[in-house]
T-cell receptor
């Protein structure tokens, strides 16, 4: 079992650009949540996908969007990047019927 | 608003001593709490969890205590080892597996 995987590991973009991050959940998991972790802070919930629909959303602007595919993998898209979007983006997977979430290693996004 | 906070940003302990990391939460309706360990360059790793109908839960070398009266959570690590050095987060499940994390406590273990 490979656990939760994310790609890419690191990414450097410039302001105004768009980025897509990818996540493959732990085998058998059907729910994917995305978190943003700024340096020195705890993760902040962005949104959650289940059955290819956004089920919950945190306090993030519409520039942040996502998608879940039939195989439960997910993408996080961020448009019109700002310097403040620089962070570690974490994906967590779970079963809809369970509270336990497993986190991936994250994607480190740097916006210049 | 929703918030989970930690009292101590950095904790230094001697190898072999016990460690206690504290956390305050604000949502009295939350029914599930988790402690995570995050090592440099890695995602948060599940340590132990507790439901609101319990006040104590023990794992291997770790114990979580929940005091709902004062909305306080603590993580106790027995016989702390160098490999325990990391950032520790408490998290609160505010519904539908949406987690609210605290800022984290850095645990440094001195050999």
């Amino acid at each position: 079992d490979a656990g939760v995987t994310q790609s890419p590991t690191h990414l450097i973009k410039t302001r105004g650009q768009q980025v897509t991050l990818r996540c493959s959940p732990k085998s058998g998991h059907d729910t994917v949540s995305w978190y943003q972790q700024a340096l020195g802070q705890g993760p902040q919930f962005i949104f959650q996908y289940y059955e290819e629909e956004e089920r919950q959303r945190g306090n993030f602007p519409d520039r942040f969007s996502g998608h879940q595919f039939p195989n439960y993998s997910s993408e996080l898209n961020v448009n019109a990047l700002l310097l403040g979007d620089s962070a570690l983006y974490l994906c967590a997977s779970s079963l809809a019927s369970s509270n336990e979430q497993f986190f991936g290693p994250g994607t480190r996004l740097t916006v210049l | 608003g929703e918030s989970v906070g930690l009292h101590l940003p950095t904790l230094s302990v001697q190898e072999g001593d016990n460690s206690i990391i504290n956390c305050a939460y604000s949502n009295s309706a939350s029914d599930y709490f988790i402690w995570y360990k995050q090592e440099s360059g890695k995602g948060p790793q599940f340590i132990i969890d507790i439901r609101s109908n319990m006040d104590k839960r023990q794992g291997q070398r770790v114990t979580v205590l929940l005091n709902k009266t004062v909305k306080h959570l603590s993580l106790q690590i027995a016989a702390t080892q160098p490999g325990d050095s990391a950032v520790y987060f408490c998290a609160e499940n505010v519904g539908g597996n949406k987690l609210v994390f605290g800022a984290g406590t850095i645990l440094r273990v001195k050999s």
